[in-house]
């Protein structure tokens, strides 16, 4: 029943009147960038195809992903397009979160190695051996032999719910939620397949990728699905994330 729940406790514990309600934040006082419009027509459109063709994948081919594919991932993720800004909105502006690789089919990754995405210098930090993914996930009708990697978002919860009390936590899984569309959104439109998984065994994740602070939100595992890759393009958004990063 709802009504009893720890769920509906949480919900009514983190409304507005149950906390204190913080002064607004830095980032919403700052003027607003200058941001240019994206150059050239046919952005509406192309995304139109993106959303439309964007489904659940599990049928990974076990082809590998190339290190600059994944990069250009892992900035539509949580990269950033500014101090303080990203590609996703974030609550506060604190972008509390961070995103781990556990690369499986990546040349030059250890596969079963975990690797921190570095948003700032738009590279990876050292690996943490991570152990099969089988062990990870209550997910099992995945086959994670043919998955290319997976994109953890993790994070520490105490900045936003110092700042906003239970409700901080409601606010970080949305914007686990805005990061993982956005990669399954840059997978579809490199004709990639992808998946969100949300089963997955938090004190595992938790051991297996070294997390002190930090607890796992949501996973997205990322394949080859029997499509060319638009190797161009993705060429393309690297330096254009290189520049924004
Ligand atoms: C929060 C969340 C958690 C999910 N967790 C899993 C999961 O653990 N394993 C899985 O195979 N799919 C998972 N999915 C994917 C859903 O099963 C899938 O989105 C749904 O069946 C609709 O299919 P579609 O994505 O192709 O539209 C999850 C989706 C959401 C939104």
Do not use: K
């Amino acid at each position: 029943m709802w009504a009893e729940s720890a769920a509906a406790l949480f919900h009514q514990l983190s409304s507005f009147g149950w906390f204190e309600e913080p002064a607004p934040s830095a980032t919403s006082a700052q003027p607003l960038p200058v941001v240019p419009p994206p150059p050239g027509e046919g952005h509406l459109v192309s995304l139109a195809h993106v959303l439309a063709a964007r489904c659940s994948r599990r049928d990974f081919d076990g082809s590998p992903l190339s290190p600059e594919a994944l990069t250009v991932l892992l900035w539509s993720g949580y990269g950033r397009t500014g101090t303080h800004r990203a590609v996703v909105p974030s609550c506060g502006g604190l972008l509390s979160l961070r995103l781990l690789v556990l690369a499986l089919r990546v040349p030059g990754l250890t596969a079963g190695s975990a690797y921190p995405f570095l948003p700032d210098t738009l590279s990876l930090g050292p690996p943490t051996p991570a152990g099969p993914p089988q062990e990870l996930f209550h997910t099992r009708h995945i086959d994670y032999e043919r998955v290319a990697a997976v994109v953890f978002v993790v994070g520490d919860p105490r900045p936003p719910t110092d700042r906003y009390g239970d409700r901080g936590y409601r606010y970080t899984l949305l914007e686990a939620g805005h990061a993982a569309q956005n990669l399954c959104l840059a997978a579809t439109a490199m004709r990639l397949g992808a998946v969100t998984v949300g089963g997955f065994d938090d004190e595992a994740v938790s051991v297996a990728f070294g997390l002190d602070r930090e607890v796992p939100y949501y996973a997205v595992a990322v394949g080859g699905a029997g499509h060319e890759m638009p190797h161009e393009e993705v060429a393309a958004v690297l330096t254009l994330a290189s520049g924004s990063a």
